[in-house]
Protein backbone atom coordinates (compact mmCIF):
# COMPACT_ATOMS: atom_id res chain seq x y z
CA UNK A 1 0.00 0.00 0.00
CA UNK A 2 1.34 3.35 -0.62
CA UNK A 3 2.30 5.46 2.47
CA UNK A 4 0.08 8.84 3.05
CA UNK A 5 2.54 11.80 2.93
CA UNK A 6 2.28 14.61 5.16
CA UNK A 7 4.52 17.50 5.16
CA UNK A 8 5.85 19.90 7.53
CA UNK A 9 3.36 21.22 9.63
CA UNK A 10 4.66 22.82 12.28
CA UNK A 11 8.62 24.26 12.36
CA UNK A 12 9.11 22.83 16.09
CA UNK A 13 8.96 19.22 14.19
CA UNK A 14 12.48 20.71 12.40
CA UNK A 15 13.78 22.40 15.43
CA UNK A 16 13.38 19.02 16.84
CA UNK A 17 14.72 16.74 14.21
CA UNK A 18 17.62 19.57 13.86
CA UNK A 19 19.02 19.63 17.22
CA UNK A 20 18.70 15.74 17.21
CA UNK A 21 20.65 14.80 14.18
CA UNK A 22 23.24 17.63 14.50
CA UNK A 23 21.97 20.16 11.98
CA UNK A 24 21.65 23.07 14.18
CA UNK A 25 22.08 23.90 17.65
CA UNK A 26 21.05 27.30 19.90
CA UNK A 27 24.39 29.31 20.03
CA UNK A 28 26.09 29.16 24.11
CA UNK A 29 23.33 26.48 24.93
CA UNK A 30 25.09 25.31 28.08
CA UNK A 31 24.35 28.86 29.08
CA UNK A 32 20.50 28.95 28.42
CA UNK A 33 21.76 30.55 24.82
CA UNK A 34 21.77 33.81 23.05
CA UNK A 35 18.88 35.27 21.70
CA UNK A 36 18.82 34.51 17.96
CA UNK A 37 21.88 32.70 17.40
CA UNK A 38 22.59 29.51 15.76
CA UNK A 39 25.54 27.34 15.10
CA UNK A 40 25.42 24.54 12.43
CA UNK A 41 26.65 21.22 13.54
CA UNK A 42 28.06 18.23 11.25
CA UNK A 43 25.34 17.75 9.64
CA UNK A 44 24.34 21.39 9.20
CA UNK A 45 27.42 22.90 8.30
CA UNK A 46 27.98 20.31 5.23
CA UNK A 47 24.63 21.10 4.11
CA UNK A 48 24.83 24.75 3.86
CA UNK A 49 28.45 24.16 2.95
CA UNK A 50 26.53 22.53 -0.40
CA UNK A 51 23.53 25.47 -0.66
CA UNK A 52 26.68 27.99 -0.68
CA UNK A 53 28.63 25.60 -3.59
CA UNK A 54 24.76 25.47 -5.45
CA UNK A 55 24.72 29.30 -5.02
CA UNK A 56 28.62 30.04 -5.65
CA UNK A 57 28.80 27.84 -8.74
CA UNK A 58 25.64 29.10 -10.38
CA UNK A 59 26.77 32.70 -10.27
CA UNK A 60 30.83 32.38 -11.21
CA UNK A 61 30.68 29.79 -13.99
CA UNK A 62 28.94 32.32 -15.91
CA UNK A 63 31.34 34.34 -17.79
CA UNK A 64 30.00 37.39 -16.75
CA UNK A 65 30.38 37.02 -13.11
CA UNK A 66 33.45 37.02 -10.64
CA UNK A 67 33.37 36.44 -7.01
CA UNK A 68 34.75 38.29 -4.32
CA UNK A 69 35.30 37.85 -0.43
CA UNK A 70 35.30 41.40 1.07
CA UNK A 71 35.84 42.25 5.23
CA UNK A 72 33.34 42.32 7.45
CA UNK A 73 34.60 45.99 9.40
CA UNK A 74 34.95 48.67 6.34
CA UNK A 75 35.87 51.98 6.48
CA UNK A 76 32.81 54.21 8.98
CA UNK A 77 32.10 56.77 5.85
CA UNK A 78 31.10 53.78 4.17
CA UNK A 79 27.75 53.71 6.51
CA UNK A 80 27.57 57.45 5.75
CA UNK A 81 27.54 57.14 2.06
CA UNK A 82 25.44 54.18 2.07
CA UNK A 83 22.73 55.42 3.68
CA UNK A 84 22.67 52.74 6.31
CA UNK A 85 23.32 55.27 9.34
CA UNK A 86 20.38 57.46 8.83
CA UNK A 87 18.34 55.25 7.34
CA UNK A 88 19.11 51.87 8.22
CA UNK A 89 16.19 51.84 11.26
CA UNK A 90 12.72 50.25 12.56
CA UNK A 91 10.71 51.76 14.06
CA UNK A 92 10.42 50.64 17.79
CA UNK A 93 7.57 50.79 20.60
CA UNK A 94 6.92 49.60 24.16
CA UNK A 95 3.83 48.13 25.01
CA UNK A 96 3.61 50.60 28.44
CA UNK A 97 1.57 47.41 30.07
CA UNK A 98 3.46 44.14 29.36
CA UNK A 99 6.43 45.94 28.48
CA UNK A 100 6.86 43.34 25.17
CA UNK A 101 9.52 45.69 22.48
CA UNK A 102 8.09 45.49 18.49
CA UNK A 103 8.86 46.96 15.50
CA UNK A 104 5.71 49.33 14.87
CA UNK A 105 4.37 47.27 11.53
CA UNK A 106 4.51 44.31 13.51
CA UNK A 107 1.95 45.94 15.62
CA UNK A 108 -0.18 47.72 13.02
CA UNK A 109 -3.45 46.46 11.89
CA UNK A 110 -6.06 48.86 9.63
CA UNK A 111 -3.71 51.79 10.77
CA UNK A 112 -3.83 51.21 14.64
CA UNK A 113 -1.11 50.06 16.65
CA UNK A 114 -1.69 47.51 19.60
CA UNK A 115 1.16 45.51 21.30
CA UNK A 116 1.02 41.92 19.31
CA UNK A 117 2.00 40.14 22.85
CA UNK A 118 -1.19 41.06 24.73
CA UNK A 119 -3.32 43.13 22.40
CA UNK A 120 -3.05 46.25 24.75
CA UNK A 121 -3.11 49.92 22.81
CA UNK A 122 -1.61 51.43 25.43
CA UNK A 123 2.08 51.88 23.41
CA UNK A 124 4.95 54.28 23.25
CA UNK A 125 5.17 56.48 20.45
CA UNK A 126 7.50 55.00 17.56
CA UNK A 127 11.11 55.96 17.52
CA UNK A 128 13.96 55.26 15.22
CA UNK A 129 16.31 52.17 15.86
CA UNK A 130 19.46 51.74 14.04
CA UNK A 131 19.45 48.08 13.24
CA UNK A 132 23.42 48.10 12.71
CA UNK A 133 25.94 46.60 15.58
CA UNK A 134 28.55 48.98 16.57
CA UNK A 135 31.94 47.86 17.70
CA UNK A 136 35.41 49.95 18.36
CA UNK A 137 38.45 49.55 16.30
CA UNK A 138 41.88 49.41 18.20
CA UNK A 139 42.53 49.91 22.25
CA UNK A 140 40.43 53.56 22.75
CA UNK A 141 36.60 53.27 23.28
CA UNK A 142 35.53 56.36 21.53
CA UNK A 143 33.53 58.20 18.96
CA UNK A 144 36.85 58.10 16.92
CA UNK A 145 37.09 54.63 17.10
CA UNK A 146 33.73 53.23 16.29
CA UNK A 147 33.15 50.65 13.26
CA UNK A 148 30.17 48.57 12.14
CA UNK A 149 29.44 45.19 11.55
CA UNK A 150 28.49 45.47 8.10
CA UNK A 151 24.16 45.08 7.37
CA UNK A 152 24.76 43.77 4.20
CA UNK A 153 27.32 42.39 2.13
CA UNK A 154 26.64 44.55 -1.19
CA UNK A 155 28.70 47.79 0.25
CA UNK A 156 31.68 45.27 0.01
CA UNK A 157 30.91 44.80 -3.52
CA UNK A 158 30.08 48.67 -4.23
CA UNK A 159 33.51 50.29 -2.87
CA UNK A 160 35.41 47.50 -4.56
CA UNK A 161 33.74 48.30 -8.02
CA UNK A 162 36.72 49.74 -9.80
CA UNK A 163 38.97 47.31 -8.03
CA UNK A 164 37.37 44.27 -9.75
CA UNK A 165 36.24 45.90 -13.20
CA UNK A 166 40.13 46.60 -13.84
CA UNK A 167 41.79 43.74 -12.23
CA UNK A 168 39.26 40.86 -14.12
CA UNK A 169 38.83 43.24 -17.69
CA UNK A 170 35.03 43.11 -17.20
CA UNK A 171 33.17 45.00 -19.66
CA UNK A 172 29.62 46.08 -18.71
CA UNK A 173 27.20 44.06 -18.33
CA UNK A 174 28.55 42.55 -15.61
CA UNK A 175 28.63 41.36 -12.15
CA UNK A 176 30.43 40.14 -8.41
CA UNK A 177 29.24 37.70 -6.13
CA UNK A 178 29.90 37.07 -2.59
CA UNK A 179 28.93 35.21 0.39
CA UNK A 180 29.38 36.46 3.66
CA UNK A 181 27.96 37.33 7.68
CA UNK A 182 25.80 40.32 7.95
CA UNK A 183 24.84 41.43 11.27
CA UNK A 184 21.75 43.34 11.93
CA UNK A 185 20.14 43.98 15.38
CA UNK A 186 16.67 43.13 14.50
CA UNK A 187 14.07 44.26 16.79
CA UNK A 188 11.63 41.49 16.81
CA UNK A 189 14.19 38.18 15.01
CA UNK A 190 12.82 34.75 15.56
CA UNK A 191 11.23 31.76 13.63
CA UNK A 192 14.60 29.42 14.33
CA UNK A 193 17.04 30.16 11.21
CA UNK A 194 14.70 32.53 9.51
CA UNK A 195 15.19 36.19 11.07
CA UNK A 196 18.55 36.03 13.01
CA UNK A 197 20.92 39.06 14.39
CA UNK A 198 24.04 37.45 12.69
CA UNK A 199 23.59 35.61 8.98
CA UNK A 200 25.23 34.90 5.70
CA UNK A 201 24.10 36.38 2.96
CA UNK A 202 24.44 35.75 -0.75
CA UNK A 203 24.79 38.78 -3.12
CA UNK A 204 25.55 40.03 -6.55
CA UNK A 205 25.09 42.68 -7.61
CA UNK A 206 25.15 42.96 -12.11
CA UNK A 207 26.59 46.46 -13.12
CA UNK A 208 24.39 47.60 -16.44
CA UNK A 209 24.03 50.69 -18.65
CA UNK A 210 20.98 52.76 -17.30
CA UNK A 211 19.15 52.31 -20.28
CA UNK A 212 19.18 48.29 -19.83
CA UNK A 213 18.69 47.94 -16.54
CA UNK A 214 14.61 47.10 -17.03
CA UNK A 215 15.84 44.86 -19.18
CA UNK A 216 18.28 42.96 -17.03
CA UNK A 217 15.97 43.24 -13.84
CA UNK A 218 13.58 41.24 -15.96
CA UNK A 219 15.97 38.60 -16.54
CA UNK A 220 17.54 38.00 -13.26
CA UNK A 221 14.08 37.52 -12.20
CA UNK A 222 13.88 34.90 -14.20
CA UNK A 223 17.17 33.58 -13.65
CA UNK A 224 16.68 33.57 -10.11
CA UNK A 225 13.16 31.21 -10.28
CA UNK A 226 14.65 29.07 -12.53
CA UNK A 227 17.88 28.66 -9.51
CA UNK A 228 15.19 28.11 -6.59
CA UNK A 229 13.10 25.39 -8.23
CA UNK A 230 16.65 23.72 -9.86
CA UNK A 231 17.24 23.10 -5.67
CA UNK A 232 14.09 21.72 -5.72
CA UNK A 233 11.90 24.11 -4.01
CA UNK A 234 7.97 23.25 -4.55
CA UNK A 235 6.84 25.72 -7.22
CA UNK A 236 3.16 26.08 -5.40
CA UNK A 237 5.07 27.24 -2.41
CA UNK A 238 7.35 30.00 -4.32
CA UNK A 239 6.18 33.64 -5.33
CA UNK A 240 6.82 36.85 -6.64
CA UNK A 241 5.96 40.12 -4.68
CA UNK A 242 6.32 43.43 -5.98
CA UNK A 243 7.21 46.32 -3.10
CA UNK A 244 5.08 49.32 -3.74
CA UNK A 245 6.81 52.67 -4.11
CA UNK A 246 6.34 53.00 -0.05
CA UNK A 247 7.86 49.78 0.71
CA UNK A 248 10.90 50.63 -1.54
CA UNK A 249 13.98 50.69 0.82
CA UNK A 250 15.99 53.96 0.33
CA UNK A 251 18.23 52.77 -2.38
CA UNK A 252 15.70 50.86 -4.49
CA UNK A 253 13.96 52.08 -7.56
CA UNK A 254 12.53 49.02 -7.75
CA UNK A 255 12.26 45.58 -5.64
CA UNK A 256 10.79 42.38 -6.10
CA UNK A 257 10.91 39.86 -3.26
CA UNK A 258 10.53 35.81 -4.08
CA UNK A 259 8.19 34.56 -1.03
CA UNK A 260 8.29 30.90 0.37
CA UNK A 261 5.32 29.39 2.06
CA UNK A 262 6.98 28.67 5.32
CA UNK A 263 4.82 26.97 8.07
CA UNK A 264 4.49 30.38 9.77
CA UNK A 265 3.02 31.90 6.41
CA UNK A 266 4.31 33.47 3.06
CA UNK A 267 7.60 35.64 3.92
CA UNK A 268 10.18 37.01 1.97
CA UNK A 269 12.82 34.65 0.62
CA UNK A 270 15.21 36.68 -1.60
CA UNK A 271 15.25 40.25 -2.86
CA UNK A 272 15.62 41.25 -6.31
CA UNK A 273 16.34 45.03 -6.60
CA UNK A 274 17.11 47.87 -9.14
CA UNK A 275 19.32 49.97 -7.29
CA UNK A 276 20.16 52.41 -9.85
CA UNK A 277 23.43 54.25 -9.31
CA UNK A 278 22.69 55.50 -5.77
CA UNK A 279 25.54 53.58 -4.15
CA UNK A 280 28.43 54.43 -7.16
CA UNK A 281 27.01 57.93 -6.75
CA UNK A 282 27.24 57.85 -3.33
CA UNK A 283 30.34 56.72 -2.87
CA UNK A 284 31.91 58.59 -5.90
CA UNK A 285 30.47 61.73 -4.11
CA UNK A 286 31.94 60.93 -0.97
CA UNK A 287 35.12 58.99 -1.49
CA UNK A 288 35.77 61.38 -4.34
CA UNK A 289 37.45 58.74 -6.40
CA UNK A 290 35.44 58.35 -9.83
CA UNK A 291 33.73 55.17 -9.89
CA UNK A 292 32.46 55.84 -13.93
CA UNK A 293 32.84 53.26 -16.60
CA UNK A 294 34.00 54.45 -19.54
CA UNK A 295 32.40 52.38 -22.83
CA UNK A 296 34.92 52.03 -25.14
CA UNK A 297 33.10 51.18 -27.98
CA UNK A 298 30.35 54.28 -27.92
CA UNK A 299 32.78 56.27 -26.54
CA UNK A 300 30.86 56.95 -23.38
CA UNK A 301 31.78 57.48 -19.68
CA UNK A 302 28.52 56.48 -17.22
CA UNK A 303 27.90 55.21 -13.69
CA UNK A 304 26.36 51.93 -14.40
CA UNK A 305 23.13 51.00 -12.89
CA UNK A 306 23.28 47.75 -10.14
CA UNK A 307 20.61 45.04 -10.45
CA UNK A 308 20.91 42.96 -7.11
CA UNK A 309 19.84 39.89 -6.18
CA UNK A 310 20.29 39.07 -2.37
CA UNK A 311 19.00 36.01 -0.14
CA UNK A 312 20.29 34.44 3.04
CA UNK A 313 21.82 31.37 2.89
CA UNK A 314 20.28 30.51 6.46
CA UNK A 315 16.79 31.61 5.08
CA UNK A 316 17.43 29.80 2.20
CA UNK A 317 18.55 26.44 4.44
CA UNK A 318 15.25 26.82 6.75
CA UNK A 319 13.17 26.99 3.76
CA UNK A 320 14.97 23.88 1.64
CA UNK A 321 14.39 21.94 4.96
CA UNK A 322 10.96 22.91 5.28
CA UNK A 323 10.04 21.90 1.78
CA UNK A 324 11.80 18.99 1.89
CA UNK A 325 10.38 17.24 4.93
CA UNK A 326 8.05 14.51 4.83
CA UNK A 327 6.62 11.85 7.13
CA UNK A 328 5.26 8.53 5.18
CA UNK A 329 2.53 6.71 7.17
CA UNK A 330 1.95 3.10 6.60
CA UNK A 331 -0.75 1.12 8.00
CA UNK A 332 0.27 -2.88 8.36
CA UNK A 333 -2.40 -5.59 8.02
CA UNK A 334 -2.67 -5.54 11.85
CA UNK A 335 -3.65 -1.62 11.64
CA UNK A 336 -0.17 -0.89 13.30
CA UNK A 337 1.12 2.42 11.82
CA UNK A 338 4.37 2.59 10.56
CA UNK A 339 5.61 6.42 10.41
CA UNK A 340 8.93 7.27 8.31
CA UNK A 341 10.54 10.98 8.06
CA UNK A 342 12.42 11.36 5.18
CA UNK A 343 14.15 14.98 4.11
CA UNK A 344 13.84 14.40 -0.03
CA UNK A 345 16.93 16.99 -0.57
CA UNK A 346 18.68 16.82 -3.96
CA UNK A 347 21.38 14.57 -3.85
CA UNK A 348 23.81 18.09 -5.03
CA UNK A 349 21.92 19.53 -1.31
CA UNK A 350 22.14 16.40 1.02
CA UNK A 351 24.99 16.42 3.85
CA UNK A 352 25.78 13.13 3.09
CA UNK A 353 25.70 11.33 -0.64
CA UNK A 354 25.83 7.57 0.35
CA UNK A 355 26.28 5.34 3.80
CA UNK A 356 27.96 2.36 3.93
CA UNK A 357 26.20 -0.20 6.39
CA UNK A 358 27.86 -3.47 7.19
CA UNK A 359 24.78 -6.13 7.08
CA UNK A 360 27.31 -7.26 10.74
CA UNK A 361 29.70 -6.14 12.76
CA UNK A 362 32.14 -8.76 11.88
CA UNK A 363 35.52 -7.98 10.88
CA UNK A 364 35.04 -9.33 6.89
CA UNK A 365 32.38 -6.95 6.36
CA UNK A 366 33.59 -3.93 8.09
CA UNK A 367 36.79 -4.07 6.32
CA UNK A 368 34.96 -3.71 3.43
CA UNK A 369 32.30 -1.35 4.02
CA UNK A 370 35.45 0.70 5.26
CA UNK A 371 36.94 0.64 2.36
CA UNK A 372 34.06 1.34 -0.07
CA UNK A 373 33.70 4.55 2.49
CA UNK A 374 37.19 5.39 2.29
CA UNK A 375 37.03 5.10 -2.19
CA UNK A 376 33.84 6.63 -2.38
CA UNK A 377 34.90 9.78 0.31
CA UNK A 378 37.51 10.96 -2.50
CA UNK A 379 34.10 12.41 -4.37
CA UNK A 380 31.25 12.34 -1.70
CA UNK A 381 30.66 13.00 1.66
CA UNK A 382 29.99 9.57 3.22
CA UNK A 383 28.63 7.84 6.59
CA UNK A 384 29.61 5.02 7.66
CA UNK A 385 27.12 2.93 10.20
CA UNK A 386 26.91 -0.22 12.10
CA UNK A 387 25.11 0.03 15.25
CA UNK A 388 21.68 -1.11 15.23
CA UNK A 389 19.25 -2.84 13.04
CA UNK A 390 19.38 -2.54 9.36
CA UNK A 391 16.04 -1.32 9.31
CA UNK A 392 17.07 1.47 11.83
CA UNK A 393 20.14 2.68 9.95
CA UNK A 394 18.06 3.18 6.83
CA UNK A 395 15.75 5.32 8.63
CA UNK A 396 18.52 7.03 10.11
CA UNK A 397 20.13 7.87 6.95
CA UNK A 398 16.27 8.83 5.17
CA UNK A 399 15.84 11.61 8.15
CA UNK A 400 18.78 12.93 7.10
CA UNK A 401 18.40 13.21 3.47
CA UNK A 402 20.91 10.36 2.77
CA UNK A 403 20.08 9.21 -0.97
CA UNK A 404 21.49 5.96 -1.23
CA UNK A 405 22.41 3.41 1.31
CA UNK A 406 25.05 0.62 0.67
CA UNK A 407 24.27 -2.29 2.38
CA UNK A 408 27.67 -4.64 2.55
CA UNK A 409 26.39 -8.70 3.31
CA UNK A 410 27.56 -11.90 3.24
CA UNK A 411 27.87 -12.77 -0.39
CA UNK A 412 29.30 -9.58 -1.17
CA UNK A 413 32.97 -10.93 -0.19
CA UNK A 414 31.99 -13.63 -2.75
CA UNK A 415 30.35 -11.61 -5.57
CA UNK A 416 32.32 -8.41 -4.86
CA UNK A 417 28.39 -7.00 -4.97
CA UNK A 418 26.52 -4.98 -3.03
CA UNK A 419 22.84 -3.57 -2.42
CA UNK A 420 21.58 0.08 -2.73
CA UNK A 421 18.73 1.31 -1.48
CA UNK A 422 17.19 4.55 -2.64
CA UNK A 423 16.01 7.01 -0.08
CA UNK A 424 12.95 8.15 -1.82
CA UNK A 425 11.60 4.53 -3.85
CA UNK A 426 13.53 2.54 -1.06
CA UNK A 427 13.55 0.23 -3.73
CA UNK A 428 17.20 -1.76 -3.87
CA UNK A 429 19.38 -3.18 -6.36
CA UNK A 430 22.81 -5.10 -6.50
CA UNK A 431 25.50 -3.49 -8.13
CA UNK A 432 29.30 -4.45 -8.40
CA UNK A 433 31.83 -2.24 -5.97
CA UNK A 434 33.51 -1.83 -8.97
CA UNK A 435 30.84 0.42 -10.37
CA UNK A 436 29.50 1.57 -7.27
CA UNK A 437 31.05 5.64 -8.43
CA UNK A 438 30.14 5.35 -11.97
CA UNK A 439 26.34 4.00 -10.49
CA UNK A 440 26.30 7.12 -7.82
CA UNK A 441 27.35 9.78 -10.16
CA UNK A 442 25.12 8.60 -12.82
CA UNK A 443 21.77 8.52 -10.57
CA UNK A 444 23.15 11.84 -9.63
CA UNK A 445 22.35 13.29 -13.34
CA UNK A 446 19.58 11.00 -14.13
CA UNK A 447 17.40 10.71 -11.59
CA UNK A 448 17.19 14.15 -9.69
N1 LIG B 1 21.72 44.13 -0.12
C1 LIG B 1 20.31 44.10 -0.06
C2 LIG B 1 19.79 43.48 1.14
O1 LIG B 1 20.52 43.19 2.08
P1 LIG B 1 17.58 42.66 2.24
O2 LIG B 1 16.23 42.41 1.63
O3 LIG B 1 17.64 43.52 3.45
O4 LIG B 1 18.47 43.23 1.06
C3 LIG B 1 18.43 40.30 1.58
O5 LIG B 1 18.25 41.26 2.59
C4 LIG B 1 18.13 38.91 2.10
O6 LIG B 1 18.92 38.64 3.26
C5 LIG B 1 16.68 38.70 2.57
O7 LIG B 1 15.83 38.41 1.49
C6 LIG B 1 16.83 37.54 3.51
O8 LIG B 1 16.87 36.31 2.79
C7 LIG B 1 18.20 37.79 4.14
N2 LIG B 1 18.05 38.44 5.45
C8 LIG B 1 17.87 39.74 5.73
N3 LIG B 1 17.78 39.95 7.05
C9 LIG B 1 17.92 38.74 7.64
C10 LIG B 1 17.93 38.29 8.99
N4 LIG B 1 17.81 39.13 10.02
N5 LIG B 1 18.10 36.97 9.23
C11 LIG B 1 18.26 36.10 8.21
N6 LIG B 1 18.26 36.46 6.91
C12 LIG B 1 18.10 37.77 6.63
Known amino acids: MSPQIHPLKDL????????????????????????????????????????????????????????????????????????????????????????NRFREDHGTKDGQVSCPKCGSSN???????????????????????VVYLRPETAQGIFVNFENVQTS???????????IGKSFRNEITPGNFIFRTREFEQMEMQYFVKPEMADDFYAQWKQTRWNFLLRLGLNEGRLRFSEHGKDELAHYAKAADDVE????????????IHNRGDFDLSQHQKSSGKKLEYFDEAA???????????????????????????????????????????VLGLKPELAPYKAACLPLSKKEPLQNVAKKIQEDLSQ????????????????????????????????????????????????????????????????KFILNW
Open 379 to 442: DWSIDYDEAGSIGKRYRRQDEVGTPFCITIDFDTESDQKVTVRHRDTMEQERVSIDQLRNYIAQ
Open 12 to 99: SQLVSLSKRRGFVFQSSEIYGGLGSCWDYGPLGSQFKLNVKAAWWNAMTRRPDVVGLDAAILMHPQVWQASGHLDTFTDPLVDCKECK
Open 299 to 341: KEKYVPYVIETAIGCDRLCLALLCDAYREEVTVNDNGKEDRRV
Open 260 to 271: YQFPFGWQELEG
Open 168 to 178: ARKKIPFGIAQ
Open 123 to 145: VTEARNFNLMFKTFMGPVENDGS
